[in-house]
């Protein structure tokens, strides 16, 4: 499904001194210092356009509608759960929708995305969505920490807080990703911030490099 709504590594340094322990304010909800930046950034866009990938979520799109942004929403979690075992996707197939001109997007969310898909076809989804954005552009990527069994839906809420709750079973497991391996996927971005939080994802915000 895709909804088109308008209303009004380089990663550079060591992992270990980005990641911070994020303050969980409640069960599923956490302060999250990228929603901030992204929040920052939309309200300085002149009519800024966001792409929201992942479990449909009204709370998100609304939070951005009501700060001017054009928002794009695009489910690919869902085609990625209904999957048989074993299968790899094929990258192009999940975003065939997406009418998108290069350099068009202020943010991507990427909800679990990166984490769903093969490594293979991990980059090429972070090349694509990285041919989206604007130079610096942002893009957030979550990865869970420990082996993940459910899909979950995301919702970017006012204040800079971000609530997960499951939205449903995965066919397997998926494994989790180590920090290298979820760095590795933004070679064409610099990183701005990275944040383990105790719903155990872990949070990559990345910014599109000028060039």
């Given amino acids: 499904m ?3 709504l308008t ?3 380089y990663l550079g340094g060591g992992s270990a001194d980005h990641v911070l322990a994020v303050r969980e304010p409640a069960a599923g909800t956490y302060d999250s210092a ?5 929040a920052d950034r939309v309200a300085r866009g002149y009519r800024p356009e966001v792409l929201d990938l992942g ?28 999957l048989p ?10 975003f065939k929708e997406l009418k998108l001109l290069p350099e068009s997007l202020d943010v991507v969310l990427a909800w679990e995305l990166m984490d769903f898909l093969p490594m293979p076809e991990a980059r090429m989804a972070a ?11 942002l893009i957030l990527a979550v990865f869970h920490t420990t082996s993940a069994d459910q899909v979950h839906r995301f919702r970017m809420l006012p ?7 499951p939205a449903g079973p995965l066919p397997e497991p998926c494994p989790a990703r180590t920090n290298n391996e979820a760095l590795s996927l933004f070679s064409g971005f610099t990183l701005l ?14 910014q599109r490099n000028d060039g």
Avoid at 127 to 137: N, T
Avoid at 159 to 165: K, P, V
Avoid at 193 to 206: I, K, N
């Fill in 2 to 4: 895709h909804l088109k």
């Fill in 85 to 94: 075992a074993g299968t790899a996707p094929d990258v192009e197939s999940l």
């Fill in 159 to 165: 204040g800079d807080r971000i609530q997960m709750e």
């Fill in 34 to 38: 990228s929603a901030k930046r992204i």
């Fill in 127 to 137: 090349q694509r969505l990285a041919r989206w954005l604007k130079p610096k552009g």
């Fill in 55 to 82: 479990v449909l979520s009204g709370p998100t799109v609304s939070n951005f509608l009501e700060m001017g942004a054009k928002v794009h929403v695009h489910d690919v979690i869902t085609p990625l759960r209904r």
């Fill in 193 to 206: 911030h990275s944040a383990l939080t105790r719903t155990q994802v872990r949070e990559v915000l990345g």
């Fill in 7 to 9: 209303h009004s590594r």
